[in-house]
Nanobody
Framework: HVRVVESGGGLVQSGGSLRLSCAAFGFTLDDYAIAWFRRAPGKKLEAISCISTTDDLKYYGDSAKGRFSISTDNTKKTVYLQMNSLEPEDTAVYYC?????????????????????WGQGTQVTVSS
């Protein structure tokens, strides 16, 4: 059974950092690419980042470039999202999800409906 579980959210002051984790169950990181999304109150779901271990490629959305970094620990089957220089605008529920294949194709194409498995989300709150 393929599933992902997020953790690592919390409350942090503006300018601070957090590292989110996305643990994979029922598959390896070579099977499916993993993407991070977020939904802020009253806003649409926003694509943050995607990583494909097979293609050795990483993608970042505009709000993440220069501040966030995605990485993997294949032995732990975990994808990390290191978030630095956090701002109140980063306050949101963060989700990870699996692509239906081992590339970030649907991430790059904006195909949110194609994502195979979603986690329950982890809340990130940045205070000013």
């Amino acid at each position: 059974h393929v599933r992902v579980v997020e953790s690592g959210g919390g409350l942090v002051q503006s300018g601070g950092s957090l590292r989110l984790s996305c643990a994979a169950f029922g598959f390896t990181l070579d099977d499916y690419a993993i993407a991070w999304f977020r939904r802020a109150p009253g806003k649409k779901l926003e694509a943050i980042s995607c990583i494909s271990t097979t293609d050795d490629l990483k993608y970042y959305g505009d709000s993440a470039k220069g501040r966030f970094s995605i990485s993997t620990d294949n032995t732990k089957k975990t994808v990390y999202l290191q978030m630095n220089s956090l701002e109140p605008e980063d306050t949101a529920v963060y989700y990870c999800a699996t692509e239906p294949n081992d590339s970030c194709y649907y991430y790059t194409e904006g195909g949110l409906d194609e994502y195979y498995s979603w986690g329950q989300g982890t809340q990130v709150t940045v205070s000013s």
